[in-house]
């Protein structure tokens, strides 16, 4: 349905129970109809409520002198919370901003004639109330990223 052409569902648990979600959807090529959209439009179509947006910053683990953003998306269903951090990465970049997204895309496509291009999605369970529950997650998720993003450069086109 999302003309997604490879991807890859996981469920990590860490040593102290703590679960990640990943998702990474690949598309080769990106064309009308057959595009990455953002996970904002799909979670709610699924029943999780919107309740905080924010743009994240953290350490690149590839090149620890630069500093990466992604979205961060707090939803909420009935009394379940859960955190999102989610980017979208393309030719060696990863950028937060859907809209730099498709301008990458555009001037791939003329420059490398490529619009190959994924999305990757952190999902975790916010456990307990308040923000010190959203946190923890955010600081699992942004370290359960540093291990991810260098095993990601074997899988995704650079």
Request: with cysteine; proline share 6%; hydrophobic share 40%.
């Amino acid at each position: 349905m999302l003309g997604v052409d490879d991807f890859l569902v996981r469920s990590y648990i860490g040593p102290n129970r703590e679960a990640v979600g990943l998702y990474v959807g690949y598309w080769q090529s990106q064309r009308t109809g057959s595009t990455i959209h953002s996970p904002q439009n799909c979670l709610p179509g699924a029943g999780w409520e919107p309740v905080e947006q924010s743009i994240v910053n953290f350490i690149d683990p590839r090149r620890p002198t630069q500093a990466l953003t992604a979205n961060r998306y707090v939803v909420q269903k009935d009394l379940d919370r859960m955190l999102v951090l989610y980017w979208y990465q393309s030719h060696g970049r990863i950028v937060a901003s859907e809209y730099w997204s498709k301008i990458y895309l555009v001037t791939d496509a003329v420059r490398l004639d490529r619009t190959d291009a994924a999305i990757v999605r952190l999902t975790l369970p916010i456990t307990g109330p308040g923000a010190e529950a959203v946190a923890r997650a955010e600081s699992q998720a942004l370290a359960f990223a540093g291990v991810l993003l260098p095993a990601l450069e074997q899988f995704l086109p650079n």
